[in-house]
C-alpha cells in the first residue's frame, strides 16, 4: 500500500510537481493525498489542482495567535491521515502541537547545505557569504530553525557571476532530484533517527 503524503507549500511548487510527477508511479511507494498552504492564491496549490489533490489553507491572518494557527494546521493534516508530512517550499515554521503530532514524520527542503545558511534567504546568504559550494538539505523537522537532523543532501557549485535567482535554480534542479529520491527510499525503506543521525533502511 502506498504511503500517504501530506505536501505543504507557500510558494511556486516545483518540488511539490516532481513529487506529484513522481507518484504517477505505483512503485514509488508514496501518494500525495493532500497539500497545504498557509497562504492562498499561490501556483502551487493551482499545481494541486490540475491534478485532482485535495488542498486546504490555512492562514495566519486568520488565526488570533501563532498557537491557534499551528492547532488549526495540525488538525487539516490530520484529516488527511498522513504517513509523512513534506514541507516543500513551506515558509513558515511548525510549532508545537504540529510536532507533538508530526515530529519524527515530517521532512523540510532547503536550499543550503545545512548547518550552514539556515533561515528563509538560505541561497542569498550563501552567495554573500562568497561559498564556492552550497546546495540543499533534506532534513526532519524539529522546533529549532533548520537545525533538525539531516536526511541526505546534494552539492551545487556557484558560478562566477550568479545572482540569486540564477543560483537558486540551479540548487532547485537538484533539490527536486533529491528530495523525490530520499521521500521514495523513506517511504519504501523506513527510516530510524538516533540523536542527529538519520538512517533509511532496516
Ligand atoms: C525551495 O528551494 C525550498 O528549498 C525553499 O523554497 C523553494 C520552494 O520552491 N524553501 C526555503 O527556503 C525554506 N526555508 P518551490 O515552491 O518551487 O518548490
Redesign the pocket.
Known amino acids: 500500500m502506498s504511503a500517504r503524503l501530506v505536501v505543504l ?10 513529487l506529484i510527477d513522481a507518484a504517477q508511479d505505483e512503485a514509488y511507494g508514496a501518494d500525495v493525498v493532500a497539500v497545504g498552504s498557509d497562504r492562498p492564491g ?3 496549490l493551482d499545481r494541486a489542482h490540475h491534478a485532482n489533490i485535495p488542498t486546504f489553507t490555512v492562514s495566519t491572518k486568520s488565526h488570533e495567535t501563532r498557537h491557534k494557527w499551528d492547532e488549526a494546521l495540525t488538525e487539516a493534516c490530520r484529516q488527511h491521515e498522513p504517513d509523512l508530512i513534506v ?5 513558515k515554521l511548525v510549532g508545537e502541537p504540529f510536532l507533538k503530532a508530526f515530529g519524527g514524520r515530517c521532512v ?5 547545505l545545512l548547518p550552514s545558511f ?6 542569498r546568504d550563501a552567495l554573500d557569504h562568497g561559498v564556492k559550494v552550497t546546495g ?1 538539505t533534506v532534513l526532519i523537522v524539529d522546533d529549532g ?2 537545525t533538525g537532523p539531516i536526511v541526505a543532501q546534494a552539492s551545487v557549485p556557484v558560478h562566477d557571476g550568479d545572482d540569486e535567482e540564477t543560483l ?1 535554480e540551479r ?2 534542479v537538484a ?2 532530484g533529491l528530495l523525490v529520491a530520499t521521500v521514495g527510499r523513506m517511504v519504501r525503506e523506513g527510516w530510524s533517527v538516533d540523536g542527529r543521525k538519520v538512517r533509511i533502511g532496516p
Not at 514541507?87 to 515558509?91: C, D, H, W
Not at 523540510?108 to 543550503?112: D, E, I, L, Q
Not at 539556515?118 to 541561497?123: C, L, N
Open positions: 507549500v507557500s510558494g511556486e511548487g516545483t518540488n511539490l510537481q516532481a499561490i501556483k502551487a514541507l516543500a517550499g513551506f515558509m523540510n527542503t532547503h536550499p543550503a539556515p533561515g528563509t534567504h538560505g541561497v540543499c530553525v533548520d537558486h540548487i532547485k533539490e527536486r
